[in-house]
């Protein structure tokens, strides 16, 4: 790292576009990242097969937070961090917060014989690929789930009585740009980025920064838990309801939004590193 910075962002409607799951408004910035060797920590309520092959697509080999903070899986060969503590499990090290995939649908099965709702987990390839617009080979790995269900609810007045009864399992339920999630009520995207965050800084002599982009609910934890909080609007071009000191709004929706804030943000610090060596200069002078 070249500068002391981590960046997490979410994925879908933030790094990349809503509709077309497109990165090309943030290339720039990416590049620029990579320059400055400043890791980007994908957290998304992808799958962690779903992150492996974007982190393929987008050249990274980072540790990642899958599934609404479900777990942070750190690749096996990542040198930046002392992984000591953490569980091994094929070829990568694991922080879990999540309960087990098995649970959560037996919860949501006996939640569907109440409401209206139906999980990835009671659709057919064909039908992910219809409520998401991914392509085929994307929404068998949106269907291979180790920690939380994503679903469609369409009785809305009723959300409240849906959420205390999967409160009473130990249970919480939060919504992304597209579904509702059913997860563990421990495990969030603000604690496994605080969980990442100091393994992060255990190996770093200087405090780390840490910078957070999001469009949606369920980003509004690990927003909180950065020092500098970026909210993406959504494809209309509103905001969602979130009052954060600090709170950065691009004007832009999805990677081109992604990619003005991280912009501004470089400069920001390029300009405080050069002010610094400014400052020392005099100090050495004087
Ligand atoms: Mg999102």
Redesign the pocket.
């Known amino acids: 790292m070249d500068f002391p910075l981590l960046i997490f962002t979410?994925?879908?409607?933030?790094l990349?576009d809503?509709h077309s799951y497109s990165y090309n408004g943030a290339a720039k910035a990416l590049q620029r990242l990579r320059q400055h060797s400043i890791p980007i920590i994908l957290a998304?309520?992808k799958t962690k097969a779903e992150l492996q092959r974007l982190q393929t697509k987008l050249g990274l080999n980072e540790p990642f937070i899958a599934e609404n903070g479900g777990a942070v899986f750190i690749p096996a060969d990542y040198s930046m961090l002392a992984t000591h503590t953490l569980e091994k499990l094929g070829d990568y090290y694991l922080r879990q917060f999540g309960r087990p995939y098995r649970y959560i649908r037996e919860i949501f099965e006996t939640l569907r014989a109440k409401y209206n709702i139906k999980g990835f987990g009671d659709m057919t390839v064909e039908e992910i690929m219809a409520v998401t617009g991914l392509a085929s080979e994307e929404a068998l790995l949106a269907g291979q789930r180790d920690f939380t269900e994503p679903f469609l609810f369409l009785s809305e007045p009723l959300l409240q009585g849906l959420k205390e009864d999967a409160a009473d399992k130990g249970l919480k339920i939060t919504r992304?740009?597209?579904f509702y999630h059913l997860m563990a009520a421990r495990q969030d995207k603000g604690l496994a980025v605080k969980e990442t965050l100091q393994l992060f800084q255990a190996g770093s002599p200087d405090k780390i920064v840490t910078v957070g982009l999001?469009?949606?609910e369920?980003?509004f934890l690990m927003l909180k838990t950065v020092d500098i909080p970026v909210l993406?609007p959504k494809p209309d071009g509103s905001y969602e309801n979130l009052e954060l000191r600090g709170l950065r709004r691009p004007p832009y929706p999805g990677s081109k939004g992604w990619g003005a804030a991280i912009m501004a943000i470089l400069d920001d610090f390029q300009q405080a590193v050069t002010q610094n060596i400014k400052c020392n200069d005099h100090a050495a002078k004087d």
Not at 10 to 14: I, K, N, R, Y
Request: hydrophobic residues 20%; negative net charge.
């Open positions: 979410d994925l879908d409607g933030t990349l809503h998304s309520s992304g740009g597209r999001g469009d949606a369920n980003d993406i």
